[in-house]
């Protein structure tokens, strides 16, 4: 039985990937400061309330797991939050808290989890980055530089862990999940839609699906890299979303 570790696991998602896990006889840690649903819980996923944005607290809880089960197989940072506004209305306090959870936050959990997987030679790293990583995305500036960030962090972690310790990310395109559906209206959702070769939003079990595969033994050869699961939206160039902040 394999110890997983996800970060972000209350939600979208997190919680499609911890209940593929589970599903396939892991132990999976739920960090999260957000309670789960209680139906996850007596399936057999634990929950423990973290910030992953507590450097202390991180550690303390990766240590405690690694000491329980005596192992750290896997460990999927998966924890992010987004605010939607133009650049020239992003405040101090909210770009700050969207670097300590979405970069430093991954930061964190990898070297945490990977002290204890360097000193056993076995482990895998994962994390959630996006699309909006790879290129330009009006209102999300910040979160844009944090995914592009997780991106990079994913190369370096890989190159000085290697050959014991494999790292990858994933990075979905449009994903229907609570964060989605607290920014966007019907329209704007339909708008995306459109803008998307599948012609559709992901489901979070599409994603967790990914993770799933990064986690196995299949892709034993693949670090280092960004596995991109977004229905063909970057695979043609696009214009359509300039604009829409100021202009
Ligand atoms: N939904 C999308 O379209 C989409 C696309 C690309 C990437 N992502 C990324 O996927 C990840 C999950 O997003 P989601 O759409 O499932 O969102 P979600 O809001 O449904 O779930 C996020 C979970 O993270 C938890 N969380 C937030 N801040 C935390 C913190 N500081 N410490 C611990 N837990 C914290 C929340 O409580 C929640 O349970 C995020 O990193 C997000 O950036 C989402």
């Not at 303390?60 to 939607?84: F, Q, T, Y």
């Not at 990977?114 to 790293?125: D, K, S, Y």
């Not at 990310?169 to 019907?186: F, K």
Request: proline share 4%; net charge negative.
């Amino acid at each position: 039985m394999r110890t997983v570790v996800i970060s972000g696991a209350s939600s979208g998602i997190g919680r499609a990937t911890a209940a593929r896990f589970a599903a396939a006889g892991d132990r999976v840690v739920n960090l999260d400061v957000r309670p789960p649903d209680p139906a996850d819980v007596r399936g057999g996923i634990s929950w423990r309330e973290v910030d992953v944005a507590d450097w202390v607290e991180v550690g303390r809880a990766v240590d405690e797991i690694h000491a329980e089960h005596g192992a750290m197989d896997v460990v999927v940072a998966n924890a992010g939050i987004s605010v939607r506004r133009g650049v020239l209305d992003i405040d101090e306090r909210t770009a700050r808290r969207v670097m300590e959870v979405n970069l430093l936050g991954v930061l964190r959990l990898w070297q945490a989890a990977a002290r204890h997987m360097v000193a056993r030679r076995h482990g895998v790293l994962l994390a959630t980055a996006s699309v909006n990583g790879m290129r330009g995305y009006p209102l999300y500036a910040d979160y844009n530089a944090t995914k592009a960030g997780v991106a990079s962090l994913c190369r370096t972690f890989a190159l000085e862990l290697s050959p014991h310790v494999r790292v990858a990310c994933v990075s979905p395109g449009a994903v229907l999940t609570p964060m989605q559906q607290a920014e966007y209206t019907e329209e704007m959702l339909a708008a995306v839609n459109h803008q998307i070769p599948a012609g559709r939003h992901a489901a979070p079990e599409e994603i967790a699906a990914a993770f799933v595969y990064l986690a196995s033994d299949e892709a034993r050869f693949c670090t280092g890299q960004e596995l991109v699961i977004d229905g063909g939206e970057t695979a043609g160039a696009t214009t359509a979303m300039h604009g829409t902040a100021y202009a």
